[in-house]
Nanobody
């Protein structure tokens, strides 16, 4: 089992920044592919970003490219999502997810492919 705990959400004005963290415990984190997703009220859970175990490969949704950065610190079992130039449409509950499958073939963009999820953290961007 893997337990994931997100933090760092909050209320911010448009143009501001937030840094989300996700701390993993339980089974080995080091080799896991990690992803960030978000879900706005009444909408599906959407892919935001993903990172492979070595942090040598990352992927972003088009809507966040150039504004968000995913990173990880395997020594601290933590994955981060730095969010800059936030927009009201970024408002959502943000979830981190983990899976042992090897990064590749874009599977990491699909929520159903992840075995472990955090409880989510609310991000609200005011206009």
């Amino acid at each position: 089992q893997v337990q994931l705990v997100e933090s760092g959400g909050g209320l911010v004005q448009a143009g501001g920044s937030l840094r989300l963290s996700c701390v993993a415990s339980g089974r080995t984190f080091t080799r896991a592919t990690m992803g960030w997703f978000r879900q706005a009220p009444g909408k599906e859970r959407d892919f935001v970003a993903a990172i492979n175990w070595s942090a040598g490969n990352t992927s972003y949704a088009d809507s966040v490219k150039g504004r968000f950065t995913i990173a990880r610190d395997n020594a601290k079992n933590t994955v981060f999502l730095q969010m800059n130039s936030l927009k009201p449409e970024d408002t959502a509950v943000y979830y981190c997810a983990s899976d042992s499958k090897v990064y590749g073939s874009s599977w990491y963009m699909r929520p159903s492919m992840y075995n472990y999820w955090g409880q989510g953290t609310q991000v609200t961007v005011s206009s």
